[in-house]
């Protein structure tokens, strides 16, 4: 089938009405999106053939994430995953159920809309992408995809391992970077994978994440070098070596 989009009219109508359409979100199907516009036409058809996957809440954001991600990987470009009219297309129609069961308990309130349903935040920055419930799940997959590696989704598995290492590695200034990424959680991997190292968590002297402190330390970092002439060997040093250092100078 030919994915579809949402005009740019009919994206701006329905942003333009969230307010108003607000208890219609909180309802169990989006057949109203339909009788929202009448007759007139609020999608087109895009180039990209391909049959969608099934979504199910109870399988978890890192399954739902293989299943877009594989789907699409071969049938689009960063740049054509950059169109919010596609991801919100999908969203409101296609994975309506998923969207709405998987976003519930925030209640659909205005910002839960915007966020979800759409791809908003206020500073209008690409981290809207990493926040609708579908462009999410092809974006984790991108940016964490490794072709050549026997488990190409290995590193997914740690971002979504738990929900703030998602929040905290996905929504910084070098999200959409995927050298950065992959450097970070395969840092946060090597450690968990080795028997003599206790697994990247919550220090117990601080009681904060560690991975929340190397990100902070990452922003820092990028303050007086540039994080994106690094390639994923120098991240994962950087990394790597932050957190045991912290870790001998008793804990982050």
């Known amino acids: 089938m030919k994915i579809k989009y949402f005009t740019e009219t009919a994206y701006n109508d329905l942003f ?16 109203w999106i339909k009788a929202h516009f009448g007759d007139k036409t609020f999608f087109k058809e895009s180039r990209i053939d391909l049959a969608l996957p099934k979504l199910n809440v109870s399988d978890g954001e890192y399954m739902n994430t293989l299943a877009i991600h594989n789907a699409f990987k071969d049938r689009i470009t960063p740049k054509q995953a950059s169109n919010v009219f596609l991801w919100s297309y999908l969203a409101h129609c296609e994975y309506w159920d998923y969207t709405s069961k998987r976003w519930a308990s925030e209640k659909m309130s205005l910002d839960t809309v915007k966020q979800r349903f759409f791809c908003y935040t206020e500073a209008g920055s690409r981290i809207g992408f990493l926040r609708n419930s579908i462009s999410r799940l092809w974006w984790a997959g991108f940016l964490t995809y490794q072709e050549n590696k026997p488990a190409p989704y290995e590193l997914t598995k740690v971002l979504f391992s738990h929900s703030d290492i998602f929040l905290q590695v996905i929504e910084r200034n070098f999200s959409m970077n995927k050298e950065i990424i992959i450097g970070v959680l395969s840092a946060i991997k090597a450690i968990n994978d080795d028997p003599s190292l206790a697994d990247v968590g919550m220090s117990k002297v601080t009681g904060e994440y560690e991975w929340r402190s190397l990100c902070k330390y990452l922003n820092r970092y990028g303050a007086v070098t540039l994080l994106d002439v690094l390639d994923r060997n120098e991240i994962y040093d950087l990394s790597y070596e932050y957190i045991m250092r912290k870790r001998k100078q008793g804990g982050i």
């Open 16 to 31: 333009d009405s969230i307010k108003n359409n607000l208890p219609n979100y909180q309802k169990s199907n989006g057949d």
